[in-house]
C-alpha cells in the first residue's frame, strides 16, 4: 500500500472533525481568552485553518525557514469571520488532500528541514512531519479550541466518539 492510501482516510477523518469544531467558534467570543498568555479563540481558530496548508508546502518543499535573514515570516492575517475563517479551511484542506493524493512514496521519504535563521530546528521525512508537525499540531489545537468552547458554554461537537454535547446514550 502506497504511503498516501494509508494518510488519506486519516486525513479526512481529521479534517471532518476540525471543520465541526471550526464551525462552532461564535462571533461574539472571537477576542475571548482563556489567560492573558493564550491565544484569542478567533486567533486558535485562523491558526488552525492555516496549519492544514503546511501539508502542502512540506510535499513540494525541502525546508522551511520561518525567521530567514533572521526576519519572522509574515503571519496569516486573522479571519473576521466565520465565513472566511471556513473559507480558508476548506481552500488549505481541499489544496493538502489534493497534495497528499499526489504523493509518491520516494517524495514522502524524502527529507524536510525546518530553519530558524539558518539553523536546522528539525529535520525528518516529509511522512513523519505531516503525522506529526501538521496533523498532530492540528488535532493538538483542535482539543484546546474545543476547551474554549467548552468555557463559554458553547456544545463540543462529537470527534472520535460521543461528546458530553452529542451524546445518543446519556
Given at each position: 500500500?502506497?504511503?498516501?492510501?494509508?494518510?488519506?482516510?486519516?486525513?479526512?477523518?481529521?479534517?471532518?472533525?476540525?471543520?465541526?469544531?471550526?464551525?462552532?467558534?461564535?462571533?461574539?467570543?472571537?477576542?475571548?481568552?482563556?489567560?492573558?498568555?493564550?491565544?484569542?479563540?478567533?486567533?486558535?481558530?485562523?491558526?488552525?485553518?492555516?496549519?492544514?496548508?503546511?501539508?502542502?508546502?512540506?510535499?513540494?518543499?525541502?525546508?522551511?525557514?520561518?525567521?530567514?535573514?533572521?526576519?519572522?515570516?509574515?503571519?496569516?492575517?486573522?479571519?473576521?469571520?466565520?465565513?472566511?475563517?471556513?473559507?480558508?479551511?476548506?481552500?488549505?484542506?481541499?489544496?493538502?488532500?489534493?497534495?497528499?493524493?499526489?504523493?509518491?512514496?520516494?517524495?514522502l521519504m524524502q527529507?524536510?528541514?525546518?530553519?530558524?535563521?539558518?539553523?536546522?530546528?528539525?529535520?525528518?521525512?516529509?511522512?513523519?512531519?505531516?503525522?506529526?508537525?501538521v496533523m498532530n499540531?492540528?488535532?493538538?489545537?483542535?482539543?484546546?479550541?474545543?476547551?474554549?468552547?467548552?468555557?463559554?458554554?458553547?456544545?463540543?461537537?462529537?470527534?472520535?466518539?460521543?461528546?458530553?454535547?452529542?451524546n445518543p446514550f446519556?
Amino acid at each position: 500500500m502506497a504511503i498516501r492510501d494509508a494518510l488519506l482516510p486519516e486525513f479526512d477523518q481529521e479534517m471532518a472533525g476540525v471543520r465541526k469544531t471550526l464551525e462552532r467558534v461564535p462571533v461574539d467570543k472571537f477576542d475571548w481568552r482563556p489567560h492573558v498568555k493564550s491565544g484569542s479563540m478567533i486567533w486558535l481558530a485562523g491558526h488552525i485553518a492555516n496549519l492544514v496548508g503546511w501539508t502542502s508546502m512540506t510535499i513540494a518543499t525541502d525546508q522551511l525557514d520561518l525567521a530567514p535573514g533572521g526576519e519572522p515570516m509574515a503571519v496569516p492575517p486573522t479571519p473576521t469571520s466565520v465565513d472566511e475563517l471556513l473559507a480558508t479551511f476548506d481552500a488549505k484542506a481541499a489544496e493538502a488532500r489534493a497534495a497528499i493524493a499526489g504523493a509518491s512514496d520516494d517524495t514522502l521519504m524524502q527529507p524536510w528541514t525546518l530553519l530558524h535563521n539558518g539553523q536546522t530546528t528539525m529535520s525528518m521525512p516529509k511522512v513523519a512531519v505531516l503525522r506529526s508537525f501538521v496533523m498532530n499540531h492540528v488535532i493538538h489545537h483542535r482539543a484546546q479550541l474545543g476547551v474554549y468552547l467548552r468555557m463559554n458554554e458553547v456544545p463540543v461537537p462529537s470527534i472520535y466518539g460521543p461528546s458530553a454535547d452529542e451524546n445518543p446514550f446519556a
